[in-house]
């Protein structure tokens, strides 16, 4: 087990079961997970998922109301096409809540685990990743319309594919799927890639996926059949997956280094090494990337790796950062505040601290 790793590990398993570099499943604690629409942010941290108002970092509602010691989030909340803000929690169930005004729209309770990565919903299917090795695809009122399972759990949101009746799921069982969105059968699966995925693929126009993964790869996918196209081998770990702009890849490995790859031939454009493991994606804008790492640093780099500015928090980073309008939205794990809002530049405009009741 890599010792910068450890931290990270205490984190995310209280108890490791399978203590592998590829394929590790365990008892999961939480860090916040980030979205937002127009209105609001949502923040699924511990007992609640918080609303907080992009205007002025209020809270205009939380669910539950009332803590429950028995509910833990971790998956950031995804927003469907029909209004549904959805997230699952550690207590297996998974949840609709009405954005606006977090009352509780239906839930769904027949997985046999937690929810650990985001879901992704398209159209009228929720497709649901559930640490128990299952995807469950539901219609829009939490039906249960198929299931689908792997050889390990699922951590990760699948992508989907407008090109395609499909979905994408990666597993930490070391493979990627292709699955047919409307009846759940398998188009194809991958060759073991040797290291687990827990982050989203990427999907590029021309239908070439790109995935991280444990084995400290970044890798390009054929998406007609699952053929590798190229693999590229990076400093560490590559925990989220990587944001694809303009032809160029950029991600983050668990060593700390920053990434841009051509996307064509996966030649690194540069690699920039910063202090703190990266957990997740970097959120890249037309001006910038922001990265986010363990050490409670938030990175600006504009687009050819040049720092711009970096701004330190009491607590670490393991989310993702998040534009909303102009805001740059940032969430951490210790210290009082859970949300902060900056500039552009780095300027705080509000940060959010969660009310005791």
């Known amino acids: 087990m890599k010792s910068k790793l450890i931290f990270l590990i205490l984190i995310l398993f209280s108890l490791i079961l399978t203590a592998c570099a590829g394929g590790g ?25 918080y609303a907080i108002n992009l205007s002025n970092g209020l809270e205009t509602w939380r669910f539950p109301a009332e803590g429950n010691a028995k509910i833990t989030f971790y998956a950031a909340p995804a927003i469907s096409p029909d209004g549904q803000l959805l997230v699952g929690d550690y207590s297996n169930i998974f949840h609709s809540v009405n954005p606006a005004n977090g009352q509780e729209n239906w839930s769904f309770s027949e997985a046999n685990d937690r929810y650990i990565g985001s879901a992704l919903a398209v159209d009228e ?27 390990g759990p699922l951590w990760a949101s699948p992508t989907t594919d407008t090109n395609c009746d499909c979905i994408y799921l990666p597993s930490m069982d070391h493979h990627l799927y292709a699955i047919n969105a409307q009846t759940g059968n398998q188009e194809w699966v991958s060759e073991d890639f040797g290291g687990s995925i827990v982050g989203v693929p990427a999907l590029s126009e021309d239908g070439v996926l790109y995935v991280g993964t444990f084995n400290s790869e970044l890798l390009a996918i054929n998406s007609q059949d699952g053929s590798i196209i190229w693999r590229k081998t990076t400093n560490d770990w590559v925990w989220g997956g990587p944001q694809l702009k303009d032809g160029v890849l950029y991600f983050g490995d668990l060593g700390g280094t920053v990434y841009a790859m051509d996307a064509k031939t996966g030649e690194f454009k540069w690699q ?67 949300l902060f809002a900056l500039d552009a530049n780095g300027n705080q405009k509000w940060a959010f601290i969660p009310e005791k009741k």
């Open 125 to 151: 299917r929720i497709f649901a990743p559930n640490a128990g090795n299952s995807l469950y695809a539901l219609d829009i009122k939490g039906n249960l319309v198929w299931s689908f399972e792997t050889e």
């Open 272 to 338: 920039i090494p910063l202090e703190g493991d990266i957990t997740e994606p970097p959120l890249v804008t037309d001006d910038a990337i922001y990265v986010a790492n363990e050490n409670g640093i938030l990175n600006a780099l504009d687009l050819n790796g040049n720092k711009l500015w970096n701004k330190t928090f009491t607590g670490k980073l393991y989310t993702s950062p998040v534009k909303a309008g102009d805001l740059i939205l940032v969430t951490q794990t210790g210290g009082d505040e859970l």
């Open 25 to 49: 499943a365990g008892t999961a604690s939480s860090w916040p997970g980030l979205s937002a629409d127009a209105d609001n942010a949502y923040v699924a941290y511990n007992q609640h998922i």
